[in-house]
């Protein structure tokens, strides 16, 4: 109950920003649904690819149904993103230690 009434609070004292962006998401709708194309002019111009795009959605979501990808797909592409990564631990670097001293060149004299 704690929550909600905190979130009563948060929602009071941000009422006129919340109110604002309201009328603005209202004022963009009609101003869009005045000025903008009809819904079936978009759907006649787009038809060709909302079709190719079901189509590829149903292959799919046969193809998934009718052959299940392997029990181990998960670990079977990891060895080729470690290598795109560079992320093969026989590549990283050891980071040196602690107790290892690194000697800083003198600075030049002007």
Do not use: N, Q, Y
Not at 4 to 23: D, F, I, N, S, T
Not at 67 to 83: C, H, R, T, W
């Amino acid at each position: 109950m704690a929550s909600k009434a905190k979130l009563g609070e948060l929602m009071w004292e941000h009422r006129l920003r919340a109110a604002a962006v309201v009328a603005f998401l209202a004022a963009a709708v009609v101003s869009i649904s005045a000025v903008g194309p009809r819904l079936s002019a978009v759907v006649s111009f787009f038809w060709p690819l909302l079709v190719s795009t079901a189509f590829f959605l149903v292959a799919i979501t046969v193809l998934l149904r009718i052959s299940p990808p392997p029990a181990g797909a998960d670990e079977s592409g990891k060895d080729l993103i470690d290598f795109v990564a560079g992320c093969r631990p026989e590549h990283l670097v050891p980071l040196p230690e602690a107790s290892t001293t690194v000697e800083v060149p003198p600075e030049p004299e002007i």
